[in-house]
């Protein structure tokens, strides 16, 4: 298991797609992670929205520190999304809790909001322990 917040931070700077996009680790425990983001122009699709994209991999950034706490490795074998209403901040904050950590299983909620305080998108996701 890491053992604070600055270990999880070292160790997910190595996702490279995470990182081009902005994304930090703000809040961890062994029960959930806090990430967020500042949007910029490209972020953003041809109506000026925020891109679903966008707001999938944040949610899909925090499930995955979430269910990577104990250094086993977890993949996605199930994802959902659920998009609310539109983002009006300039952050997406998003927050991972723990449902369920069984032996090979476990299940993460996620919720996406704007720096409003706009509840943008929920998010459940179930991985698979290697």
Same mark, same amino acid.
């Given at each position: 298991?890491?053992? =604070?917040? %600055? %270990?999880? #931070?070292?160790?997910?700077?190595? $996702?490279?797609?995470? @990182?081009?996009?902005?994304?930090?680790?703000?809040?961890?425990?062994? $029960?959930?992670?806090?990430?967020?983001?500042?949007?910029r122009d490209d972020h953003r699709n041809a109506v000026g929205g925020v891109m679903g994209g966008v707001i999938?991999?944040?949610? $899909?950034?925090?499930?995955?520190?979430?269910?990577?706490? $104990?250094?086993?490795?977890?993949?996605?074998?199930?994802?959902?999304?659920?998009?609310?209403?539109?983002?009006?901040?300039? !952050?997406?904050?998003?927050? @991972? #809790? #723990?449902?369920? @950590?069984? #032996?090979?299983?476990?299940?993460?909620?996620?919720?996406? @909001? =704007? =720096?409003?305080? !706009?509840?943008?998108?929920?998010?459940?996701?179930?991985?698979?322990?290697?």
């Amino acid at each position: 298991m890491f053992k =604070d917040l %600055e %270990e999880v #931070r070292v160790f997910f700077a190595q $996702d490279t797609f995470a @990182s081009a996009n902005g994304i930090t680790v703000e809040e961890w425990s062994p $029960d959930g992670a806090v990430c967020a983001m500042t949007l910029r122009d490209d972020h953003r699709n041809a109506v000026g929205g925020v891109m679903g994209g966008v707001i999938y991999t944040i949610a $899909d950034f925090a499930f995955a520190v979430a269910a990577n706490t $104990d250094h086993n490795p977890t993949l996605a074998i199930t994802a959902n999304i659920s998009f609310l209403t539109t983002v009006k901040g300039t !952050r997406l904050i998003a927050r @991972s #809790r #723990r449902i369920k @950590s069984g #032996r090979t299983t476990s299940v993460y909620e996620v919720s996406v @909001s =704007d =720096d409003t305080g !706009r509840e943008i998108a929920l998010f459940t996701g179930t991985g698979y322990k290697l």
